[in-house]
């Protein structure tokens, strides 16, 4: 739907399609507001229609015109009576018609043409029309005016409610709208972190599994370690058992080389001791044979 940088008719903006209801109850909100304030003042418009109200993109006015008739008029005012205030709220009604449907309520090219459309209107309106707006449209266009709203404020308060409504509505809508994304967000988030969770347990798993082997090869090189050490120690003390009985030959040996020694002098002084005993007795013999001494 385009939006006019210039005021045009609400007819060539009707004619492009159909309001959505929310707009077109806000809209009609202002138009009932705007209508009310003239019937205050005394004033019976008879002359509404889509080609008496000004669309600027945003909102609509009331045009001034000379009460007029036109398919949008009321059932009395086509028969000849004067129009009041309710007169005013069936052509509002038609008028709303045409902006929540985008269509023409009633068909034809003269007044009694007219009139036997709106006699021949059925109450039921198409899908797309919310049923608070369907019940504010079918009492709008009674063909009865004691039956329609019987002042522009109480329809005004009836539309504003209706606003009021829809707007919670629209607002619960896009409140669930914006919930089942977040539920949408959710169920990705738990997804993602359901797969991130596998992966993860599946890599401490293999993680844990590593710590295992590491801590059975850790305990079997303790074990070695353990027993290479003991087996060092064992060594380290027949070493030393080895070393101690060095020292008690290495002292043993000193010993016996001491006492050898030792017999070494006796044997040298008995030795000495045989010699000098035995000499006189060897002296003559060692003389036998010798030449006397000289006399002088």
């Known amino acids: 739907m385009c939006q006019s940088t210039e005021p045009i008719t609400m007819k ?15 809209l009609g909100l202002s138009l009932a507001r705007e209508i009310k304030n003239r019937h205050a003042k005394g004033m019976v418009l008879a002359y509404l229609d889509p080609d008496h109200i000004q669309w600027d993109g945003a909102s609509a006015t009331i045009l001034e015109n000379a009460p007029a008739l036109s398919p949008y008029s009321a059932p009395e005012q086509l028969a000849g009576s004067q129009p009041d205030e309710r007169s005013d709220i069936f052509s509002f009604g038609a008028v709303l018609l045409h902006m929540a449907t985008g269509q023409a309520p009633f068909g034809g090219q ?28 079918n009492r709008c266009l009674e ?22 409504e829809l707007r919670r509505s629209r607002a619960a809508i896009d409140l ?26 599946g890599a ?33 003390d027949t070493l030393r058992d080895i070393e101690l009985k ?12 001491s006492s050898l020694a030792q017999t070494d002098e006796v044997i040298e002084h008995m030795v000495d001791t045989f010699d ?10 060692a003389s036998v044979g010798a030449a006397p001494p000289e006399t002088e």
Not at 148 to 164: C, D, G, H, I
Not at 188 to 197: E, I, R, S, Y
Not at 223 to 229: L, Q
Not at 246 to 257: D, F, K, L, N
Request: aromatic content about 2%; overall charge negative.
């Open 12 to 26: 060539h903006r009707l004619a492009e399609g159909p309001m959505s209801a929310h707009q077109a109850i806000e």
């Open 246 to 257: 060095v020292e008690a030959q290495r002292c043993a040996i000193t010993s016996i080389e």
């Open 176 to 201: 669930h709208k914006r919930l089942f994304a977040i539920e949408a967000q959710l169920a990705a988030l738990t997804a993602g972190q359901t797969a991130h969770k596998t992966e993860h347990d």
């Open 143 to 164: 063909m009865a005016p004691n039956q329609r709203y019987q002042t522009t404020r109480a329809l005004a308060v009836e539309l504003k409610l209706l606003a009021s």
């Open 110 to 137: 003269t007044p009694e043409e007219w009139k036997a459309a709106q006699t021949a209107r059925e109450a039921s309106l198409p899908d797309g029309v919310p049923p608070g707006l369907a019940r504010v449209l």
């Open 204 to 236: 401490t798993s293999a993680f844990r599994q590593s710590l295992e082997d590491l801590a059975a090869r850790t305990k079997d090189h303790a074990a070695e370690r353990a027993a290479a050490s003991a087996a060092i120690d064992s060594i380290q």
């Open 276 to 285: 000098l005993v035995n000499r006189p007795a060897l002296e003559p013999e």
